[in-house]
């Protein structure tokens, strides 16, 4: 049952506007972050503490512009999933949806799995095209990658690859959730990104401390492998936590709600 | 395709609906340049993915023009003649008029009548509609129709020369003949048979302030309990 509603869902988002459009934002994201921050990188370490052309030539030196595109990609899978959601409710096709499949919670949970399937696909490909960025723009500035390939190299790589793509998932969900609650892509889209960008980061400079249990803050740091106000583990935990919620209270209201569209 | 996914149907099944609620050749457009017509169609066709012997369509024919109309209207048709039962409901009762066989007049909740349409339209009796040359030859054929006891009433103002005569069409010859033995020359003779809205009017002027009513009509005809107001079946169309 689940399994269909996945296929069916997957087939919507093969369309080619939305396949080119999500991917090409994506991937423009990733890789954009890693042209800024090694075509930023310093000769020389700065009393900030910046990152310096040497660090780069560690191991972990490929990783470090993927890092920093957490947020941004963060952004962009929560307007995806916002819209793959909310717009089934403002296009008035949820309706002949649930004609074929009444078990609104297997049609939404079929859902989800494509939504962050297809997000996770867009989250390797823009990794792999980052990858290739990255060494030319290490070729440009000089930068030995002779560390990069090696296995510890690749064993970062590929941690942060998870990272991300969990972080990405947890925005997603968090996009989806909206756009159930809000009936709407476009309210859930910009209520979400106005409270999961601006507010979060106004909240976490206003209030000390609060970065450890703001959701966008948690999930910034997950992509990041965990920061020093909000590690790893902690992050995650607290993050699984608020998604469970957020899951349970959305599948509620979805197969309570009457739907009018 | 996402329909037939989601409900494991064959994806093959999606050509041969296109196919028969006539969309077969713009399988492939995008939703967005369908007309209204188109999409109603495809709405339809979704419904028959699962390939049902129950249609049930609401307001199939809202908001298209009159070419949208007759389109869908011959696609039912087609359908209750492949042997699908459809269950149409309207409030355009000229249309459930045209296109269907049992009715189910549903008035603020209440069942007030099941049967054949024209069960229904017996309702209300056929009227022979006479107009003749002149406005005394008009008065004169009144009195000679009520003479022999046929109700009959003169229609429109004081200078007009059309007559409502309640009888059907078997009786025009003898009307005819009546007039022509008193020099009365008919310029119009017609049989005007009621419409399902006079009778829709009809039964719900006398069913105001009663019980459910039902027709002697066979239980299967139109059975329904809820909104569906008339059914096209797979029998012949009177």
Same mark, same amino acid.
């Given at each position: 049952?689940?399994?269909?509603?996945?296929?069916?869902?997957?087939?919507?988002?093969?369309?080619?506007?939305?396949?080119?459009?999500?991917?090409?934002?994506?991937?423009?994201?990733?890789?954009?972050?890693?042209?800024?921050?090694?075509?930023?990188?310093?000769?020389?370490?700065?009393?900030?503490?910046?990152?310096?052309?040497?660090?780069?030539?560690?191991?972990?030196?490929?990783?470090?512009?993927?890092?920093?595109?957490?947020?941004?990609?963060?952004?962009?899978?929560?307007?995806?999933?916002?819209?793959?959601?909310?717009?089934?409710?403002?296009?008035?096709?949820?309706?002949?949806?649930?004609?074929?499949?009444?078990?609104?919670?297997?049609?939404?949970?079929?859902?989800?799995?494509?939504?962050?399937?297809?997000?996770?696909?867009?989250?390797?490909?823009?990794?792999?095209?980052?990858?290739?960025?990255?060494?030319?723009?290490?070729?440009?500035?000089?930068?030995?990658?002779?560390?990069?390939?090696?296995?510890?190299?690749?064993?970062?790589?590929?941690?942060?690859?998870?990272?991300?793509?969990?972080?990405?998932?947890?925005?997603?969900?968090?996009?989806?959730?909206?756009?159930? /609650?809000?009936?709407?892509?476009?309210?859930?889209?910009?209520?979400?990104?106005?409270?999961?960008?601006?507010?979060?980061?106004?909240?976490?400079?206003?209030?000390?401390?609060?970065?450890?249990?703001?959701?966008?803050?948690?999930?910034?740091?997950?992509?990041?492998?965990?920061?020093?106000?909000?590690?790893?583990?902690?992050? /995650?935990?607290?993050?699984?936590?608020?998604?469970?919620?957020?899951?349970?209270?959305?599948?509620?209201?979805?197969?309570?709600?009457?739907?009018?569209? | 395709?996402?329909?037939?996914?989601?409900?494991? $149907?064959?994806?093959?099944?999606?050509?041969?609906?296109?196919?028969?609620?006539?969309?077969?050749?713009?399988?492939?457009?995008?939703?967005?340049?369908?007309?209204?017509?188109?999409?109603?169609?495809?709405?339809?066709?979704?419904?028959?993915?699962?390939?049902?012997?129950?249609?049930?369509?609401?307001?199939?024919?809202?908001?298209?023009?009159?070419?949208? $109309?007759?389109?869908?209207?011959?696609?039912?048709?087609?359908?209750?003649?492949?042997?699908?039962?459809?269950?149409?409901?309207?409030?355009?009762?000229?249309? $459930?008029?045209?296109?269907?066989?049992?009715?189910?007049?549903?008035?603020?909740?209440?069942?007030?009548?099941?049967?054949?349409?024209?069960?229904?339209?017996?309702?209300?009796?056929?009227?022979?509609?006479?107009?003749?040359?002149?406005?005394?030859?008009?008065?004169?054929?009144?009195?000679?129709?009520?003479?022999?006891?046929?109700?009959?009433?003169?229609?429109?103002?004081?200078?007009?020369?059309?007559?409502?005569?309640?009888?059907?069409?078997?009786?025009?010859?003898?009307?005819?003949?009546?007039?022509?033995?008193?020099?009365?020359?008919?310029?119009?003779?017609?049989?005007?048979?009621?419409?399902?809205?006079?009778?829709?009017?009809?039964?719900?002027?006398?069913?105001?302030?009663?019980?459910?009513?039902?027709?002697?009509?066979?239980?299967?005809?139109?059975?329904?309990?809820?909104?569906?107001?008339?059914?096209?079946?797979?029998?012949?169309?009177?």
């Amino acid at each position: 049952m689940i399994w269909r509603s996945f296929e069916s869902e997957w087939v919507k988002m093969r369309r080619r506007r939305l396949w080119y459009g999500s991917y090409g934002a994506i991937t423009a994201v990733v890789v954009l972050t890693t042209i800024v921050t090694i075509a930023g990188a310093l000769h020389h370490p700065d009393a900030r503490g910046d990152l310096t052309l040497a660090q780069l030539a560690h191991a972990s030196g490929l990783s470090q512009g993927l890092t920093q595109s957490g947020v941004l990609l963060g952004a962009v899978s929560f307007s995806i999933a916002a819209f793959q959601f909310g717009g089934e409710f403002a296009q008035g096709t949820l309706r002949n949806l649930l004609v074929r499949q009444p078990r609104r919670s297997v049609l939404m949970a079929g859902k989800c799995l494509a939504v962050l399937t297809f997000l996770i696909g867009a989250v390797v490909v823009a990794t792999m095209v980052a990858i290739c960025a990255a060494f030319v723009m290490a070729h440009l500035r000089g930068i030995p990658t002779s560390e990069w390939t090696s296995g510890t190299g690749m064993g970062d790589l590929g941690i942060l690859l998870g990272d991300l793509a969990i972080s990405a998932c947890g925005f997603a969900i968090i996009g989806m959730i909206a756009g159930v /609650l809000l009936r709407s892509s476009v309210i859930a889209i910009a209520a979400g990104l106005a409270v999961l960008l601006p507010v979060e980061t106004i909240l976490t400079d206003a209030i000390p401390g609060t970065a450890r249990w703001l959701p966008a803050q948690l999930l910034e740091a997950i992509a990041q492998g965990g920061s020093a106000t909000a590690p790893f583990g902690a992050a /995650l935990m607290t993050v699984s936590a608020y998604v469970l919620g957020a899951v349970v209270i959305a599948m509620l209201v979805f197969a309570r709600r009457d739907v009018t569209a | 395709m996402v329909l037939a996914r989601l409900g494991g $149907i064959k994806t093959k099944r999606v050509d041969v609906v296109l196919e028969r609620v006539g969309l077969g050749a713009r399988g492939l457009d995008p939703f967005r340049t369908y007309s209204l017509g188109m999409r109603q169609r495809l709405g339809i066709g979704a419904a028959l993915l699962p390939g049902p012997e129950l249609l049930v369509l609401d307001e199939p024919t809202n908001g298209l023009d009159p070419h949208g $109309i007759a389109e869908i209207r011959a696609m039912l048709r087609s359908f209750a003649d492949d042997g699908m039962t459809v269950f149409v409901s309207s409030h355009l009762l000229s249309e $459930i008029q045209q296109i269907c066989e049992h009715l189910v007049v549903i008035e603020t909740g209440r069942l007030i009548f099941q049967g054949g349409v024209e069960e229904l339209l017996a309702a209300r009796a056929p009227e022979l509609i006479v107009r003749t040359e002149s406005r005394e030859d008009a008065m004169h054929l009144l009195q000679l129709v009520s003479s022999i006891g046929r109700s009959a009433h003169m229609v429109g103002d004081n200078g007009s020369t059309t007559i409502e005569i309640a009888a059907d069409c078997s009786w025009a010859g003898d009307l005819n003949r009546l007039a022509m033995a008193d020099g009365i020359t008919l310029v119009h003779l017609s049989e005007r048979r009621s419409t399902l809205e006079e009778a829709f009017f009809e039964i719900t002027r006398s069913c105001a302030g009663q019980t459910v009513r039902e027709s002697d009509a066979p239980r299967g005809a139109g059975r329904s309990d809820r909104a569906a107001e008339a059914r096209t079946s797979e029998a012949g169309r009177p």
